[in-house]
């Protein structure tokens, strides 16, 4: 069994044999792709105690993610698009966003050119 954890999140791979009398009576694989809700954290605490301060996103083999979060008016407060993003909880401007609950909405492009996109919710803790 395989499963990974959320830096290295790609795929979660087990392999299911039921045994009875020492003979192998069936067996199954199943490999899912984990989705973007299984990737990005649901909260962090970028207060500078060198703990959680970070959100960090990786692309896990594929092409790049673009995110972008949004405050409760929907303004953007922040968006980036990488392989790997790392948000530190601060506007464009540089300043920091206040305690509260963000949305965010993620696209993803895969190796191949496909695109999928999810949407959720982070928590940020000062």
């Known amino acids: 069994m395989r499963i990974y954890n959320s830096h290295t999140a790609k795929l979660v791979s087990l392999f299911i044999a039921f045994f009875?009398?020492?003979?192998?009576?069936?067996?199954?694989?199943?490999?899912?792709?984990?989705?973007?809700?299984?990737?990005?954290?649901?909260?962090?605490?970028?207060?500078?105690?060198?703990?959680?301060?970070?959100?960090?996103?990786?692309?896990?083999?594929?092409?790049?993610?673009?995110?972008?979060?949004?405050?409760?008016?929907?303004?953007?407060?922040?968006?980036?698009?990488?392989?790997?993003?790392?948000?530190?909880?601060?506007?464009?401007a540089g300043t920091e966003v206040p305690q509260g609950t963000y949305f965010y909405v993620l696209e993803l492009t895969k190796t191949g050119g496909n695109t999928t996109s999810e949407a959720g919710h982070i928590t940020v803790i000062r």
């Open 20 to 92: 009875f009398a020492n003979l192998c009576f069936s067996q199954s694989n199943i490999e899912k792709g984990l989705s973007a809700s299984k990737i990005v954290p649901n909260v962090f605490t970028p207060n500078g105690d060198g703990i959680n301060d970070v959100l960090y996103v990786n692309a896990n083999g594929n092409e790049s993610y673009q995110l972008s979060v949004f405050n409760r008016s929907g303004q953007v407060v922040f968006t980036a698009e990488a392989p790997e993003i790392e948000w530190y909880g601060r506007t464009f």
